[in-house]
């Protein structure tokens, strides 16, 4: 009988943490674009997948790429979005039964010198993903590996958010965010398209954030290099063709930290090699592209939506 009390406190106990749990997590997590990411590519088959980081996001635009291509494509890449995360997300794709023929992988050379320490987004991209295998690789690789906390109480790091609650709630309430829909993305410099294209506005203010100048003491982390074998060898065994793309920087940007870039593409490009993956690195290709800080919204890199749209579609027509 005591046994059994003592069970039933504990269901009890589970139940409420639970429930405040989710409370919780509906009232301080805001909406982020890469549910919608997601659960594109788990519900729709695209020929081309983009993958990457938030510069493949802003300079990838699939309705330039189809026009040119005649194949259907969708961006997927997004800020903070390691390469591990993109490979879970292809890997979700396939195990969803939406396959693609094609990964575009966005490889920003500066992400490969960060080790790849969990940090919010990864925890709200993980929670997005559908039950499944996958998300269970995907958990003890990166979640239990990490801090098996985040997966559980990715409300606790949104503190901050507690002003917005109730603008929270009541988008989370819409019928844009029940159907994923795009449009609560749309703000004064910037809109999602259905595409998965984050369109940086050409009258967008430019952002005024000094980059990091990386130097020769910047080394390609060998974890990270081993992530892009990995995808490597997963697209070979599911038949997919994967392209790894160095979207252009600003030519001041690339300037100030040109040895750990000319390291780095010598570095990459090698791999690739190895690898038998196609690699271009348009800060090194002659692409009479325009790479003045005027065709980004800042010196990091992101496209203004003009030059993303002549980038995207010099691109197509190389592929």
Same mark, same amino acid.
């Given at each position: 009988?005591?046994?059994?009390?003592?069970?039933?406190?504990?269901?009890?106990?589970?139940?409420?943490?639970?429930?405040?749990?989710?409370?919780?997590?509906?009232?301080?997590?805001?909406?982020?674009?890469?549910?919608?990411?997601?659960?594109?590519?788990?519900?729709?088959?695209?020929?081309?997948?983009?993958?990457?980081?938030?510069?493949?996001?802003?300079?990838?635009?699939?309705?330039?790429?189809?026009?040119?291509?005649?194949?259907?494509?969708?961006?997927?890449?997004?800020?903070?979005?390691?390469?591990?995360?993109?490979?879970?997300?292809?890997?979700?794709?396939?195990?969803?039964?939406?396959?693609?023929?094609?990964?575009?992988?966005?490889?920003?050379? #500066? /992400?490969?010198?960060? =080790?790849?320490?969990?940090? @919010? +987004?990864?925890?709200? $991209?993980?929670?997005?993903?559908?039950?499944?295998?996958?998300?269970?690789?995907?958990?003890?690789?990166?979640?239990?590996?990490?801090?098996?906390?985040?997966?559980?109480?990715?409300?606790?790091?949104?503190?901050?958010?507690?002003?917005?609650?109730?603008?929270?709630?009541?988008?989370?309430?819409?019928?844009?965010?029940?159907?994923?829909?795009?449009?609560?993305?749309?703000?004064?410099?910037?809109?999602?398209?259905?595409?998965?294209?984050?369109?940086?506005?050409?009258?967008?203010?430019?952002?005024?954030?000094?980059?990091? #100048? /990386?130097?020769?003491? =910047?080394?390609?982390?060998? @974890? +990270?290099?081993?992530? $892009?074998?990995?995808?490597?060898?997963?697209?070979?065994?599911?038949?997919?063709?994967?392209?790894?793309?160095?979207?252009?920087?600003?030519?001041?940007?690339?300037?100030?930290?040109?040895?750990?870039?000319?390291?780095?593409?010598?570095?990459?490009?090698?791999?690739?090699?190895?690898?038998?993956?196609?690699?271009?690195?348009?800060?090194?290709?002659?692409?009479?592209?325009?790479?003045?800080?005027?065709?980004?919204?800042?010196?990091?890199?992101?496209?203004?939506?003009?030059?993303?749209?002549?980038?995207?579609?010099?691109?197509?027509?190389?592929?």
């Amino acid at each position: 009988m005591r046994i059994f009390k003592a069970a039933a406190w504990i269901a009890v106990i589970a139940a409420v943490v639970i429930v405040v749990n989710c409370v919780l997590d509906h009232i301080l997590v805001p909406n982020q674009y890469a549910r919608v990411k997601v659960h594109e590519i788990e519900t729709e088959t695209y020929q081309d997948l983009i993958l990457g980081t938030s510069h493949g996001a802003s300079a990838f635009d699939p309705s330039v790429m189809t026009e040119i291509t005649g194949r259907t494509t969708y961006n997927a890449a997004m800020g903070g979005e390691y390469l591990r995360d993109s490979l879970y997300m292809l890997k979700d794709a396939v195990a969803s039964g939406h396959a693609p023929e094609r990964v575009i992988y966005e490889c920003d050379p #500066t /992400y490969f010198c960060i =080790d790849n320490d969990m940090s @919010e +987004n990864e925890s709200y $991209l993980f929670s997005v993903v559908r039950p499944s295998l996958v998300k269970a690789e995907y958990y003890f690789d990166v979640m239990w590996a990490e801090d098996f906390r985040w997966s559980f109480f990715r409300w606790s790091y949104y503190l901050d958010y507690a002003d917005r609650i109730g603008e929270t709630v009541a988008e989370k309430a819409s019928d844009d965010y029940k159907n994923y829909g795009v449009s609560c993305f749309a703000g004064e410099t910037q809109a999602l398209h259905e595409d998965g294209f984050n369109a940086i506005f050409d009258d967008s203010p430019a952002g005024t954030t000094i980059p990091k #100048t /990386y130097t020769a003491e =910047d080394e390609l982390l060998d @974890e +990270n290099l081993d992530e $892009l074998r990995e995808l490597a060898g997963y697209c070979a065994a599911q038949g997919i063709e994967l392209i790894v793309v160095t979207t252009p920087i600003p030519a001041e940007t690339a300037a100030g930290s040109e040895t750990f870039f000319n390291y780095a593409n010598d570095e990459i490009s090698a791999l690739c090699a190895e690898l038998g993956v196609s690699y271009l690195n348009y800060n090194f290709i002659e692409s009479g592209l325009d790479r003045s800080i005027e065709a980004y919204s800042d010196l990091e890199g992101h496209m203004r939506e003009s030059a993303a749209a002549a980038f995207s579609a010099l691109f197509a027509s190389e592929l």
